[in-house]
């Protein structure tokens, strides 16, 4: 109890990992995000883009395509994440845009994973967490981060160990 997480464990979390990026695909931190065409362009199914033209993606729907994540693809399902020698697989960046794709990639994406994992770990090693509300679905405000409409109402008790 109280252990602090070295670099090595915390990569070698694989579940955690998993269960994190589960989380932010049907919970993108950034759930809609707009780019402007600096030159014209052509997306690869061949739509046309003009200079100054702004193009939207709305990566909280992604998460939520069934032509994307299958027929489970409302269900929060960490497993999707874990190949079958138990290590945690990335998908594409365009597949999966939490953290943005091509030259606009997330330079702190590895960093933020640290630092998720490290806070998560250390949470429910020392914490059990219980929602208070499971059969309802919190509402949730968009803004520019995807938030959660008055909170999420859980309670904390200290782990009896």
Known sequence: MGHTYGF???????????????????YPPVPVDSKQCINDDVM?????????????????????????????CREYVPERWIG????????????????HAGPRMCLGKDLAFIQMKSIAASVIER???DVEDKDTSPAHLLSTTLRIKG??????????I
């Open 84 to 99: 079958e020698d138990g290590m945690c697989q990335q998908e594409s960046a365009f597949k999966y845009p939490v953290f």
């Open 127 to 129: 914490f059990e967490v």
């Open 151 to 160: 909170g999420l109402a859980v309670s904390v008790r200290k782990r009896c």
């Open 8 to 26: 090595d464990e915390l990569k070698d979390m694989h579940y955690l990992q998993a269960a994190i990026l589960e989380a932010m695909r049907l």
């Open 44 to 72: 690869p199914d061949g739509t046309v883009l003009k200079k100054g033209w702004f193009v939207t993606y709305h990566a909280y729907a992604m998460g939520r395509m069934e032509t994307i994540w299958g027929k489970d």
